[in-house]
């Protein structure tokens, strides 16, 4: 122990680097300057937080009180938490549903803006308009526009002789009045995809013509392959989006309580929400964040997997 | 040698019926083309609707008299009370059944149930009847189009909640000033990060950007409840924009990884030929890397912007009181209440969009190239 404290603890760089040379460690140095700003952020904003919310997913922890060692229970606990399984069930609902249908109809709308029509600038404009409309804005749009009374979209329906259902009073009809709002703020995918049919070769698509391929044939067996990696692309973050879904189903509740009506609305990082800050059970929300975030992992890893079957990757 | 012998092919007997033929044929196609075109307009226009119609809605809410929201079925245009002007004061104009026929007569005051009107063209005499007779209505206000600019002064100089010291100018001067500093954290941060991932070469280089490209994946849900007592408990910054505004001058892995695919296209040889010349890194990226670089960096501001101001979670998180909200919190505080005024709240929700509107419309190419650049590169 004497010897411990006597003997004088000089910092030496790890083997490694004292293999580098002179000028790989000038430059090193540098760059570890520019990297500044990242390394403080990384490390006070994603690596401290990370940490820390891993030791806290393990204990009981009120924000006031100290930290109570909970073991795995926070996690077992899940398991028989029907509010967990409530809220799982509405994010898959909108994983499961909202994300294809999604991806399906803004393909359709980025072929139909690839038409060569007159005005073709104005419609993509008009298209792409509703994606930069704030979420609390076009969230409360929605809300007025499926109102029961004096909506415009039941109005809609009743022209064509369909009887509109209450959007946000029955619990059967609030998610798909969310992904008809996902829908109508849909333009980045628009534009990603509308990107990728421009970049499909056109010689391909004339070849095939001249081969006696319709229109559909061509669409079926040349574009859609073409696109598959945006497809991929979309379908990933679409997928991420929806697992933390938040805003737009905290506002869509209108006054009522969180997950109105009848817990339908009430998404995983909504419950995540209600438990750390209404309720502040923070470990628990904590465990609830660890296992979003696993299953956002493994459904990742999960899509690129199974994708390379059916993506094509040109050159 | 053969040719010469072959003899030309001339224009035979069915010429004749074969251009028919054709002619039949490319009336054909030129029809399918005209139905083809036709098709493609109308399923465009339609599908068009559904991005334009609630988008029109919200603005022609905006305009709405308080009368008009709630009236079944909706109507396309803002309708309000039509007045007329006696004595210097505006009363609304009432299509009244009295005992001597249907007359448009100016309601003075209605007071349980029973209204006081007047002739417009004798105003000296009032008449009194009851709204409501049975099962008739006897008193129908006269409505015509007509645009209600005030609900915009009247939403934006109101606050969320009734008898609070704050207004939507305030939520809105909030938000500005957020996205001020967001914007100028980012692109103070991001760059220099994005250089040395770009064009430095040093040892962990890589293993540091696959860090970056890892952070990507972690939900914000993770990093929440720490930051947030982090940012509160810690270092008291409760109720402030600090916790919002502080992150950004930390840069993020989108900013750096889309600074670096741009920084990536600057031709090695010009910064090779700078290092030659004894410049140093620093003054390589600042004086030659930064002013070749002002599209990318147009597109960060754009997209912070647009993030800044839509943003939601963190305003709703860090601040409490009603004097320190963001218009995207003030509005959701705003729609909370049980009284739903629709055209204030349309009217705001107008106001919160055009600044958006006006930068997509200054900025249309480098919006769609920024949405390109993030998306399409893997």
Redesign the interface.
């Known amino acids: 122990m004497e010897e411990l404290r006597t003997t004088k603890w000089k910092f030496s760089w790890p083997p490694k ?1 004292q293999k ?1 040379g002179l000028g ?1 460690r000038r ?2 140095k ?3 300057l ?5 390394t ?3 490390l ?3 690596l ?3 940490l ?2 891993l030791v ?1 997913s393990f204990t009981i922890y009120h ?1 006031r009180q100290p930290l109570e060692w909970n073991s795995i229970k926070n996690y077992t606990d899940l398991l028989t938490d029907d509010l967990f399984w409530t809220a799982l069930y509405n994010t898959l609902y909108m994983v499961v549903i909202g994300v294809p249908l999604t991806l399906f109809t803004s393909f ?2 980025a072929v ?2 690839n ?1 060569k ?1 007159r005005g073709q600038a104005y ?1 993509r ?3 792409f ?2 994606s ?6 076009s969230t ?6 499926l109102n029961p ?4 979209m039941n ?1 809609l329906l ?1 022209y064509v002789g369909i009887d509109g259902p209450n959007w946000m009073t029955n619990p059967s009809w609030s998610k798909p009045g969310l992904i008809l709002l996902g ?2 703020g849909m333009g ?1 995918t628009i ?2 995809y509308l ?2 049919l421009q970049d499909v070769p056109v010689s391909l698509l004339e070849a095939a013509e001249l081969d006696g391929a319709n229109w559909w044939q061509r669409l079926w067996n040349i574009t859609i392959p073409m696109v598959s ?2 497809t991929l ?1 979309n379908l990933v973050t679409g997928t ?1 989006f929806m ?2 879904y ?2 737009q189903a ?2 869509f509740r ?2 009522q309580g969180l997950g109105y009506p009848l817990n339908s609305t009430l998404f995983y ?1 909504v419950l ?1 929400y209600q438990n ?2 209404q309720w502040l059970k ?1 470990g628990y ?2 465990a ?3 296992v ?2 696993i299953i ?2 493994v459904c ?1 890893l999960l899509m690129l997997k199974i994708s390379d079957r059916f993506t094509y990757y040109a050159g | 040698m053969t040719s010469a012998n072959v003899p030309t092919q001339y224009p035979d007997v069915n010429a004749k019926s074969e251009s028919n033929e054709a002619r039949l044929r490319s009336r054909n196609r030129k029809v399918r083309g005209i139905f083809q ?1 036709f098709m ?2 109308a ?2 226009n339609f ?2 609707l ?6 029109l ?2 603005l022609i ?1 905006a305009f709405k008299s308080n009368q008009d ?6 109507r396309w245009l803002p309708y309000d009370n039509l007045t007329v002007n006696i004595n210097g004061e505006d009363y609304p104009l009432y299509d009244v059944q009295t005992p001597d026929g249907p007359k448009q007569l100016a309601a003075l005051k209605i007071v349980e149930g029973v209204g006081t009107f007047v002739d417009p063209a004798s105003p000296e005499k009032t008449f009194e009847y009851e709204i409501q007779q049975g099962e008739t209505k006897i008193a129908e206000p006269v409505m015509h189009v007509s645009f209600r600019w005030q609900n915009f002064p009247d939403a934006m100089n109101r606050a969320s909640r009734p008898s609070i010291d704050a207004s939507f100018w305030v939520y809105f001067k909030n938000s500005l000033i957020i996205a001020f500093f967001t914007i100028i954290g980012t692109l ?3 760059a ?2 994005a ?2 991932f770009a064009r ?6 890589d293993v ?1 950007f696959v ?2 490209l890892a ?1 990507m ?14 940012f509160n ?1 810690f270092l008291h910054w409760g109720d402030t924009f600090l916790p919002i505004i502080i ?1 950004a ?4 892995a989108y900013d ?1 990884f889309l600074l670096r695919q741009f920084f990536r296209t600057i031709p090695e040889e010009m910064c090779d030929a700078a290092r030659v010349d004894g410049a140093s ?1 620093w003054q390589i ?1 600042t004086r030659l890397v930064l002013p070749l670089s002002t599209p990318v960096l147009a597109t960060v501001t754009v997209f912070t912007f ?1 993030w800044a ?2 943003d ?2 963190g305003p ?2 860090f601040l409490t009181s009603p004097r320190n909200f963001t ?3 003030g ?2 505080d705003f ?4 009284t ?1 005024i ?1 055209n204030q ?2 009217a705001a ?1 107008t106001v ?2 055009i600044p ?2 006006i930068a ?1 419309f200054f900025a ?1 190419k480098t ?2 190239q920024g ?2 650049l993030t ?2 590169k ?1």
């Open positions: 680097f580098w790989e430059n090193f540098i760059g570890m520019f990297l500044l700003p990242w403080i952020g990384f006070a904003f994603t401290y937080p990370m820390a919310s806290y924000a359709f709308c139909l803006l038409l029509v419609y404009v008009i298209y308009l509703p930069i409309v704030p979420t609390v804005a409360i749009l929605w809300l007025w526009i009374q004096a909506g415009i109005t009743g829908m109508w980045n534009i990603i990107s990728g990696p945006i692309f991420i697992f933390q938040f805003a905290y506002v209108g006054f990082s995540l750390a800050f923070l929300a904590s609830m964040a660890w979003l975030f956002i992992l990742t | 075109s493609s307009h399923l465009i599908v068009g559904f991005f334009l119609v609630p988008f809605w919200m809410t929201i709630f009236h079944t079925p909706p103070l941060s991001n220099p990060v250089y040395a430095l070469k040093f040892p962990g280089r540091l860090i970056v952070t994946m972690l939900p914000y849900q993770v990093t929440m409840i720490p930051l947030y007592l982090l408990n992150p001058f930390f840069a993020n750096v890194e990226f647009l101001w839509n939601f979670t709703l998180l218009m995207a919190l509005l959701q729609q909370s209440q049980r739903l629709w709240l349309m929700s919160f969009t958006i509107i997509f249309q919006f769609i949405i390109k998306g399409s893997e």
